[in-house]
């Protein structure tokens, strides 16, 4: 009986050589996604246009994604983190740097660092999501979702900043996360290097505004 549980269980156990073809061709597909959906939004990209960009199948990108939704915030969520799959903003090493950094003046510098770094990856495709927004439904959510989880973000940057600033906190802990997500939002990353600047004269505007409408 030994015997047969184990082979039943190797069977069903997917190798290590299946796992890592699994794991390229979602990369393929992610990869070819996120260009599309920069170049031609989430309406003009078609499925069986990111298929063939990734050298796969149209229904493989179903069977991995289900749908364009899911491929869309799978993109996103890849280029805000800047990992492949199963992460998050909260466990990235990045994010836990700046609210575990003991001086304000050098978290606000960390935030700037880390703005730009998510916005270089995410920008265009953040701006995909923005427009399909009024569009759709689920998109409008999604959306939504990230706002708001960009403001909960900011309240846990500010109430770290305000506990090591003290006195020289000119805002109160949600003013001061207000500041943060509003200073920090994609459209401004957005405007000034539509403007001409480049992501590093965007990160030192941005430490140079927070700096001072934060701390005294």
Known sequence: MLYYTQMSDAVKRPSP???EQAAQTRARVLDAAQRLFAEQGFAGARIETIAAAAGVAVPTVYK?????????VDVLNRTLTGANENAT???QSWWTEQLAEPDPERQL????????????????VLEAVRAAAPLDRDIAKAWDQISADRLARSRRSATQL???????????????????????GPELYTSLTGAGRTAAQYERWLANILTPALLA
């Open 17 to 19: 050589l299946r796992t």
């Open 89 to 91: 903003v909260d466990n």
């Open 64 to 72: 991995v994604f289900t749908n364009k939704r899911n491929l869309l």
């Open 109 to 124: 510098k960390l935030i700037a660092r880390n703005a730009r770094q998510i916005y270089e990856r995410s920008a265009v």
């Open 162 to 184: 305000l506990a090591k600033a003290g006195r020289r906190a000119r805002l109160n802990v949600d003013e001061t996360a207000l500041t943060l997500w509003s200073l920090t």
